[in-house]
T-cell receptor, first 117, second 115 residues
Framework: GAGVSQSPRYKVTKRGQDVALRCDPISGHVSLYWYRQALGQGPEFLTYFNYEAQQDKSGLPNDRFSAERPEGSISTLTIQRTEQRDSAMYRC???????????????FGPGTRLTVL | AQSVTQPDIHITVSEGASLELRCNYSYGATPYLFWYVQSPGQGLQLLLKYFSGDTLVQGIKGFEAEFKRSQSSFNLRKPSVHWSDAAEYFCAVGARYSSASKIIFGSGTRLSIRP
């Protein structure tokens, strides 16, 4: 498909386990974003990349959360030692260029629903 | 810091009726403004955006929004809603004078359509 894809779509894990969430952006898109969306809330910014460089990680809640995009394409969001409060929908988005101006739209993936028991 | 307020958590309107969803923002200057729609089980889709120029912005699916600087508002409107418009709607802001690309979202308004 031509859109942003995320895997897995659903992940159930036990407290204390590590999880890795994958995002496959639209081919050729320079920027990639991670958001977390709690039930009944809007998406909350976590971090973003331009190419392989992580530009802003101010939204990552604590040091258990990390993200990488080693080749400037696919990205992985890793949560170590998961806690129940980490349960949420994790959304990825990508955009063709950098920044928000002009026609630079962020296209969102369907999300990964994470449940920590 | 930027913030977005969507005061209505849930709105129900009759099919064919007009719609207005409220959005207020807080930002030191004129931000970039967006409206997104999220249908059940789907990702977010951009309805429209305001960057500059005409303060009345036309979007997809017959939606429009008007930027009012004096009221710090960016309300979404549609003259006649269809049952397929039932979804969650998010207003969002982005920093204008910054290289940052993050978008700050409001908490959303869930729209239900009465047959």
């Amino acid at each position: 498909g031509a859109g942003v894809s995320q895997s897995p779509r659903y992940k159930v894990t036990k407290r204390g386990q590590d999880v890795a969430l994958r995002c496959d952006p639209i081919s050729g898109h320079v920027s990639l974003y991670w958001y977390r969306q709690a039930l009944g809330q809007g998406p909350e910014f976590l971090t973003y990349f331009n190419y392989e460089a992580q530009q802003d990680k101010s939204g990552l809640p604590n040091d258990r959360f990390s993200a990488e995009r080693p080749e400037g394409s696919i990205s992985t969001l890793t949560i170590q030692r998961t806690e129940q409060r980490d349960s949420a929908m994790y959304r990825c988005a990508s955009s063709l260029g950098q920044g928000l101006a002009g026609d630079n739209e962020q296209f969102f993936g369907p999300g990964t629903r994470l449940t920590v028991l | 810091a930027q913030s977005v307020t969507q005061p209505d958590i849930h709105i129900t309107v009759s099919e064919g009726a007009s719609l207005e969803l409220r959005c207020n923002y807080s930002y030191g200057a004129t931000p970039y403004l967006f409206w997104y729609v999220q249908s059940p089980g789907q990702g977010l889709q951009l309805l429209l955006k305001y960057f500059s120029g005409d303060t009345l912005v036309q979007g997809i699916k017959g939606f429009e929004a008007e930027f009012k600087r004096s009221q710090s508002s960016f309300n979404l409107r549609k003259p006649s809603v269809h049952w397929s418009d039932a979804a969650e709607y998010f207003c969002a802001v982005g920093a204008r004078y910054s290289s940052a690309s993050k978008i700050i979202f409001g908490s959303g308004t869930r729209l239900s359509i009465r047959p």
